[in-house]
């Protein structure tokens, strides 16, 4: 019961973030939630550093998938192009990461649920797609009521 009333009190935070652009993609905000479920705020914290060292450092683009919708890191500089200051900060956004993730999807649009999952995650988990089904499941429920 507390997992439900804070996963649909996520959704709404989310929700309202990102509802001021027009129409919202259920599955790139089911796929934030459910990224934000696998990897937590550790994880993409250390992801954000090692893209901080990797470029300011070493001067290489890094090779990982990062923000709230663990998108790689060539989306998110074709999206920024070279404002590497802002691609940076638009990682730690969960309205950035939504407009990304959009971007990754109408990139590689696929017939099926199954194939989207697939090409997002590689070989995704029982649990991560039984996560993700909810996850749409409870979007669309919301964006149902809110009609």
Request: charged residues 20%.
């Amino acid at each position: 019961m507390i997992t439900m009333n804070r996963q649909a009190n996520n959704l709404r935070s989310l929700l309202r973030r990102i509802d001021e652009r027009g129409d919202i993609n259920p599955y790139a905000v089911a796929f934030i939630m459910t990224e934000r479920m696998f990897r937590g705020p550790v994880f993409r914290s250390a992801e954000f550093f090692y893209s901080v060292i990797s470029i300011l450092v070493f001067r290489i683009e890094p090779r990982i998938t990062v923000g709230h919708c663990q998108v790689s890191f060539g989306y998110w500089r074709s999206h920024y192009g070279r404002n590497t200051f802002s691609l940076l900060l638009g990682t730690l956004s969960l309205r950035e990461s939504y407009r990304v993730c959009c971007i990754y999807l109408d990139a590689n649009q696929r017939s099926s649920l199954r194939e989207i999952l697939v090409a997002y995650n590689g070989r995704p988990s029982k649990l991560y797609v039984q996560r993700f089904m909810q996850n749409l499941q409870l979007i669309n429920r919301s964006m149902a009521v809110k009609k």
